[in-house]
């Protein structure tokens, strides 16, 4: 029988915030290696991109974990604005490098697809595998188009500071679903000791922290570092 935990969870906020402390280690690297403090390539250096893979992981797997039965209207308001948000100030910031689907564009369309696999555990794991497999073996020209690059799949690397295409990290959310329907109730309602408290207010706040981090952190070691 599916595991309702789409409501509050110590498991999945544990699993967030965790994912927002590497998330801020992440872009305060990048932002160090922008200014030229920083001698690495968080595109391109295997450690880097590994770090970012686990990432995005981690917060693709939660969205599994705490997918409900229904589409999170008020949630899917937010992500649509946040999303383009991120979208314009890319373009301030980065112009030739706009975000045109990154990690909260991806979230906005796994939001609405995800609800109709909550209960369907042994196809999400399936589908979630193949899914996984197929964006990382399939590589084809036809992907490439603007109107499908969206879709992941491509013969090359995007130029955007953030691609997180559907596939394959949609099949990620999917195996969230499944883990949903496997993890005994116990382990989920672990997580509430005191001293874990930090960790759990950066999961339960992680879009908002993701919103301002960066800007916080581009304009303080802009300012340090000026360019």
């Not at 992500?79 to 990154?102: D, N, Q, R």
């Not at 408290?197 to 919103?211: A, K, M, N, T």
Request: contains cysteine.
């Amino acid at each position: 029988m599916p595991i309702a935990i789409y409501s509050r969870s110590p498991l999945p906020d544990l699993l967030r915030g965790t994912a927002v402390i590497l998330m801020v280690f992440f872009h305060f690297c990048f932002d160090l290696a922008y200014f030229g403090q920083l001698a690495v390539q968080t595109n391109i250096d295997p450690e880097w991109v590994a770090l970012r893979t686990l990432i995005v992981t981690l917060f693709a797997g939660v969205a599994g974990l705490t997918t409900g039965p229904s589409i999170n209207i008020k949630r899917q308001i937010k992500l649509f604005a946040c999303a383009g948000a991120a979208t314009l100030g890319s373009w301030f910031i980065f112009p030739h490098a706009v975000i045109w689907f990154g990690v909260l564009h991806f979230f906005f369309v796994a939001g609405l697809l995800a609800p109709f696999f909550s209960k369907q555990a042994k196809l999400s794991l399936v589908l979630g595998i193949g899914l996984i497999l197929l964006g990382n073996l399939l590589q084809a020209p036809l992907f490439n188009y603007p109107a499908l690059a969206w879709l992941g799949m491509m013969t090359y690397k995007p130029i955007t500071e953030d691609y997180v295409p559907l596939l394959p990290w949609f099949g990620v959310v999917l195996l969230g679903i499944a883990a949903k329907n496997i993890i005994p109730l116990a382990w989920l309602t672990k997580g509430n000791a005191k001293w874990l408290s930090p960790l759990r207010f950066l999961g339960r706040h992680s879009l908002l922290i993701y919103l301002l981090h960066q800007p916080i952190l581009f304009g303080i070691l802009g300012f340090i570092f000026k360019k």
